[in-house]
Nanobody, 127 residues
């Protein structure tokens, strides 16, 4: 079991930055995979970024590569999503997700692999 609590969302102008945080209720060093997903109104939830914590390997959606960075602070049991050069199309509810065990063979940005989710934090980018 793991509980996830996101924070850091808000409203920002296009071109600005935000850093989302996701605090986990257990040691993140014991969680194999953690990811960030987002869902805009009327759209399906999509994977944004993920990290395979054992090896520090990161994965990004093409739409955010070069602008977003996922990172892990095991001392704080927190995963971050640094978002730079934000665009209006980044507006969405952002969710943190975790897969504590097992090995993923496939697209790590697919929500099917994750069994634990936070409540979400809203990001609004205004032009």
């Amino acid at each position: 079991q793991v509980q996830l609590v996101e924070s850091g969302g808000g409203s920002v102008q296009a071109g600005g930055s935000l850093r989302l945080s996701c605090a986990a209720s257990r040691y993140t060093s014991s969680i194999n995979y953690m990811g960030w997903f987002r869902q805009a109104p009327g759209k399906e939830r999509e994977g944004v970024a993920a990290i395979y914590s054992a090896r520090g390997v990161t994965y990004y959606a093409d739409s955010v590569k070069g602008r977003f960075t996922i990172s892990l602070d095991n001392a704080k049991n927190t995963v971050y999503l640094q978002m730079n050069s934000l665009k209006p199309e980044d507006t969405a509810m952002y969710y943190c997700a975790a897969r504590p065990t097992g090995v993923v063979i496939g697209n790590l940005l697919s929500e099917r692999w994750y069994g634990y989710w936070g409540q979400g934090t809203q990001v609004t980018v205004v032009s």
